[in-house]
């Protein structure tokens, strides 16, 4: 089968959207199908970082206005090179973003009566108010739900990678098929990190009691809660340590808080981790992995903690709900900081506790492998295939 991807988003540029179109593209490509993705042109210092192979086209681009990670892909190239590669023949068009590539993706679909299908990775109604902050927030969030109303209904099919994603859909108005199909975790995640060599690397006693965030430095993820929490948490615990190995608009602002609520010492930043060794040796140092946003529409990096034996600690809504339903590998908490803390205190103090939820994470964690998830999807584009005429 050949599959066209098209996306606004994907690698250097580090998030949940890029990671799902990886995971993926590597699986249809290990099963034997023909993957073309069709992603911007970042630059070239970033682009180093990654290796492309033939199969990934890039568009040229140009820095968005206000965020520096992001690239907006060029209209005119975009449509050139979609229209090269038309001259081939696709099975199925699948878009993973709402922007150009949503549009680009509709026209392409359209013009050589292919199946389209998008994946809908994003809740914009949550999102909209912290990047376009004078918009009131029920307007912002009408607009939203209208706009992914009118984009999901154009498709043949909607991927939503969890069931509160699904529904959220439903309530919206969108009539078109919805597939619920999570991101699954490559075999490569189940590789043990060092711990030891990690706490070694950058300075952290090996015994220090250790929790973790993982993720973009967004406002959407709630992060700023985790910050507020270590204030109760070093009152149980006065030696924990918190680390926030990510990169994002809302990092500055988040540093000046810890900063401000004298957290220095209690709260460390690292930055973004390379997704191989570094990033898994950055999990297996962790006791704890928390997670507090609110917002997720599924959370693939308490998998990943859960793959590295590492327990989770995370309020349990929207498509989170899924991964810590079961309650294995995991203790759910509440949206206070007092009791999120009290929570992760109980683990960092009884050690057998946490070592029982360790083997019970990376366990479940294995029902989520990524291979089975692309046999899923191969399923759903076989399905449209069939049908095209």
């Given amino acids: 089968m050949r599959i066209l991807k098209i996306s606004d988003v ?8 890029s990671t799902s179109i990886e995971t993926f593209r590597r699986d249809l490509l290990a099963l034997g199908h023909e993957v073309t993705l069709v992603a911007p042109q970042y630059p070239q210092s970033a682009l180093k970082q990654t290796a492309d192979d033939g199969s990934i086209v890039r568009v040229p681009a140009r820095a968005v206005p206000r965020d520096p990670e992001d690239r907006a892909m060029a209209w005119s190239g975009l449509r050139q090179i979609l229209t090269r590669l038309g001259q081939g023949k696709f099975d199925v068009v699948h878009v993973h973003t709402p922007f150009l590539a949503h549009y680009a993706g509709l026209k392409f679909a359209r013009e050589f009566k ?4 998008a994946t809908y990775h994003t809740l914009f109604e949550e999102y909209l108010h912290h990047y376009v902050p004078l918009l009131p927030r029920a307007l912002g969030r009408g607009l939203a739900r209208r706009l992914s109303r ?9 991927i939503a990678p969890s069931q509160a994603m699904h529904d959220a859909l439903k309530n919206y108005g969108v009539g078109t098929p919805i597939e619920i199909l999570p991101t699954g ?4 995640r189940f590789r043990l990190g060092d711990r030891a060599a990690f706490r070694a ?30 204030r109760d948490m070093r009152r149980l615990n006065p030696e924990a340590l918190l680390l926030i190995a990510g990169e994002g608009p809302a990092a500055a602002g988040l540093r000046a808080r810890a900063s401000q609520l004298g957290l220095s010492g209690s709260v460390r930043f690292m930055g973004y981790f390379d997704r191989g060794d570094e990033l898994r040796d950055c999990y297996a140092a962790a006791d704890v992995f928390v997670f507090a946003s609110l917002t997720e529409t599924q959370g693939l990096v308490l998998l990943e903690a859960m793959a ?14 899924d991964i810590l339903a079961p309650l294995l590998g995991c203790r759910h908490a509440t949206e206070d900081p ?6 992760v205190n109980e683990l960092l103090a009884d050690k057998e506790l946490r ?13 989520w492998a990524s291979r089975k998830m692309a046999e899923r999807l191969c399923s759903v584009y076989a399905g449209l295939a069939h049908t095209a005429p």
Wanted: hydrophobic share 45%; net charge positive.
């Fill in 114 to 117: 292919t199946p389209l299908i």
């Fill in 201 to 230: 690397r950058h300075g952290i006693p090996q015994e220090r009691p250790l929790l973790l965030f993982v993720g973009r430095a967004a406002h959407e993820k709630n992060i700023g809660f985790l910050i507020d929490m270590m």
């Fill in 355 to 367: 070592a029982r939820l360790a083997a019970q994470a990376r366990q479940y964690a294995q029902s």
């Fill in 185 to 188: 975790l490559p075999e490569e």
């Fill in 338 to 343: 007092r009791s999120f803390a009290a929570v």
């Fill in 150 to 158: 009118s984009q999901c209904n154009q498709l043949d099919t909607v």
């Fill in 10 to 17: 994907y690698f250097p540029r580090v998030n949940g959207v």
């Fill in 308 to 321: 590295q034996s590492v327990p989770v600690v995370a309020i349990p809504r929207m498509g989170t709900i």
